[in-house]
């Protein structure tokens, strides 16, 4: 029973789990203080009472000492006998307002004699009720005992009990239906977050630009609830930047598988196209078959050399416990020359100028693939401007921080270009590219591989002029 109960109070709304809660200790405090207060208002008509008796026995002791008997009639419904105790024994003096059963009297009489106060005792008396007695000496040996009603006492208390009970069940059936209003008023913000919250659950997250539109707004509910508020609207923002993320990944990705398959699409129709031409001009001199099989192993390099930079790009994004790359201490002036003096012998037709420090620039990295680095640069350069354009390689080192400046004179990086000029398979000018044999991962591998060391690479410039800036740390990993 019990626990049909406990499954049925969790089974309730929260306010009106707290309204319940807030009567049952409320009934509990009126329980309290409603005994208390019953309990304080009986000893004090008593305490009357007996005070009542206490005048009215200085009477009658007089009385009962001038005749032997008390002579008065006492108030109706009140009792008076005197007794003559000695000896652990009482007789009671006739005549005498007793009742049917008096020893109850008695027995305080006999009580009396061995004690040097007046004592009073409550005892219900056969037929009669409660009584409260009184019992004092008029001289020695002889003992006057008082009896009065106390139901005009007990209807007081029940009328009081009464009293308590209406008013406090008023005040409880008040409290519980005022409180629950209440609470289900301070309850709302905790609702609309509920039902925000559903409103989420509902919502499609699985679009690719999902956003979530719902918000938790108002004022209500006290300090608490407005951090509970702010919290829950900052969770939400988080995520829309996540899904946000996820949405420019998964556009990214679709972008990326969708060059990439155009990118390795265009060597392989080469490479099959070369193939059906070398089996069409198996029987042709000699010379024509090795053109064609000169062409298939050019596209199979290009094809090679495109995959090798896909595998680096995810190594590096995966960022794997063995990273893609081979630290040691290298001097980056003599990369500068070393990448200056191919790029000079590949790319005649572009005047190079390079500046270098007096003092060798030591750091710890991966010499090969700071070097692949500077020949993307470098080629970059040479690919998107047009014979005759001066190119510069600048180093500098400064606050441990070695710099590496890649200059054109070209015409420049078009401003709506510039945030995506590091995006892999992007190209500012696509055909041109493509055809000089560009696959749109040059600047992304560079990107990735100064990352990975712990760098940065910047665009600069502008119209007429184009400036890749390497920046590396002197304690580079």
Not at 348 to 361: F, K, W, Y
Request: hydrophobic fraction near 45%.
């Amino acid at each position: 029973m019990i626990r049909r109960l406990w499954r049925a109070h969790r089974g309730l709304r929260l306010g009106t789990r707290l309204a319940l809660g807030l009567g049952v200790l409320s009934l509990l405090v009126f329980a309290v203080v409603g005994t208390v207060l019953t309990a304080y208002m009986r000893d004090y008509l008593e305490r009357q009472l007996a005070d009542q008796m206490k005048l009215v026995q200085v009477v009658q002791s007089k009385d009962a000492a001038e005749h032997g008997t008390v002579r008065r009639k006492p108030y109706y419904g009140w009792y008076t006998a005197v007794y003559d105790v000695s000896a652990g024994s009482a007789d009671l003096r006739t005549p005498a307002e007793v009742p049917a059963d008096s020893r109850a009297l008695t027995a305080l009489a006999r009580t009396m004699a061995r004690s040097d106060e007046d004592l009073t005792r409550t005892v219900r008396i056969g037929g009669h009720g409660p009584y409260l007695l009184r019992a004092c000496e008029v001289e020695p040996g002889v003992v006057l005992v008082s009896a009065a009603p106390l139901g005009d006492v007990e209807d007081t208390v029940e009328q009081l009990v009464t009293v308590q009970v209406v008013a406090f069940g008023l005040a409880l059936l008040a409290l519980v239906v005022f409180g629950r209003r209440m609470l289900r008023r301070g309850l709302k913000p905790l609702s609309d977050m509920a039902g925000t919250a559903h409103g989420i659950a509902s919502h499609d997250l699985s679009e690719s630009a999902a956003r979530l539109p719902l918000r938790v707004d108002g004022r209500d509910g006290g300090r608490e609830v407005a951090e509970l508020r702010t919290a829950f609207n900052t969770m939400l923002e988080h995520i829309d930047d996540a899904l946000a993320v996820r949405a420019e990944a998964e556009r990214r990705l679709r972008r990326f598988v969708a060059d990439a398959s155009h990118e390795l699409r265009t060597p392989l129709m080469s490479v099959r196209g070369y193939a059906d031409l070398f089996q069409y001009a198996a029987a042709d001199e000699p010379g024509e078959r090795e053109r064609h099989l000169a062409r298939l192993r050019a596209e199979a390099a290009r094809m090679g050399v495109l995959l090798d930079d896909l595998l680096l790009l995810a190594r590096l994004d995966a960022d794997e416990v063995e990273a893609p790359l081979r630290w040691e201490e290298a001097d980056l002036t003599e990369l500068v020359r070393q990448a200056a003096d191919a790029f000079r012998a590949g790319h005649p037709e572009h005047p190079l100028t390079v500046t270098t420090g007096p003092a060798a620039v030591t750091l710890r990295m991966d010499p090969q693939r700071m070097r692949q680095v500077l020949d993307n640069l470098l080629t970059n350069a040479a690919v998107h401007t047009p014979p005759g354009t001066e190119v510069s390689v600048t180093l500098s080192a400064a606050l441990g921080v070695a710099r590496v400046a890649v200059a054109d004179r070209g015409p420049g990086v078009p401003a709506a270009d510039r945030k995506r000029i590091f995006d892999r398979f992007y190209r500012v000018d696509k055909a041109r590219s493509r055809d000089r044999g560009g696959s749109g991962l040059g600047l992304a591998v560079a990107g990735s591989l100064v990352r990975a060391h712990g760098g940065t690479i910047e665009l600069g410039g502008g119209p007429g002029a184009t400036v890749f800036t390497v920046a590396l740390p002197a304690a580079a990993r």
